[in-house]
């Protein structure tokens, strides 16, 4: 099944999850700016102090950005009955705000690790199922800071306008975590990199 279908199944997380893990190409092309197409290191599992986020990804150029990215199941709305932000939506923020701060409490640990991390996937080591971006190396300065990124992509769109809404709300709260429902993040970006993944597939496919 293609990720479209497996949305529109309603399918939950775990689901999901095991097809991200097999095309990490597409939160590396999501998370990655169109300038710097294909710089980007995508990781399963990536393990940061005592827990582990569903996926991480390096990118952008001198100052090396690292996003956490935490999904949940395509089979929930984002928006409840009620006119809430659904549970799901709400555990995923919470599992980010949690990896960001284990790694601002022990930053410098964490910022060395993550360029060496990135060197030894650029040397060719296949690290917590890592995936290298058909650009091959990333062009950021392993002495500058990293900057720390967040995406959450969880449940449907049913309430487009009080959806946005709400999401600009969660946005404004936190400028550095994004949230996309399943529909959405595959209109915006999903759809367009599979599409390119199956059609132009890179040199080593």
């Not at 092309?29 to 996926?55: H, L, R, W």
């Amino acid at each position: 099944m293609t990720l479209q279908e497996l949305v529109a199944a309603k399918a939950g997380e775990r689901a999901i999850q095991a097809y991200i893990k097999d095309h990490l190409h597409l939160l590396g092309d999501a998370c990655t700016p169109s300038s710097i197409a294909g710089e980007y290191i995508a990781f399963s599992q990536f393990p940061i102090m005592d827990g582990k986020p569903d996926f991480v990804v390096f990118t952008s150029r001198s100052r090396m950005e690292v996003v956490i990215v935490e999904i949940k199941g395509a089979d929930f709305d984002f928006i409840t009955a009620e006119g809430r932000v659904h549970a799901d939506v709400n555990e995923a923020a919470q599992q980010v705000r949690e990896r960001f701060g284990h790694i601002i409490r022990n930053y410098e640990f964490f910022r060395r690790k993550f360029h060496e991390m990135r060197a030894l996937v650029e040397g060719g080591d296949q690290i917590y199922s890592s995936l290298l971006g058909p650009k091959k190396y990333l062009e950021v300065d392993p002495n500058k800071e990293v900057w720390l990124k967040g995406m959450v992509i969880a449940g449907r769109s049913s309430k487009n306008a009080q959806e946005s809404r709400i999401r600009h709300e969660l946005e404004m709260e936190n400028p550095r975590i994004s949230y996309d429902t399943w529909d959405g993040w595959i209109k915006n970006n999903g759809y367009y990199a599979e599409e390119l993944r199956t059609n132009f597939p890179t040199e080593t496919e």
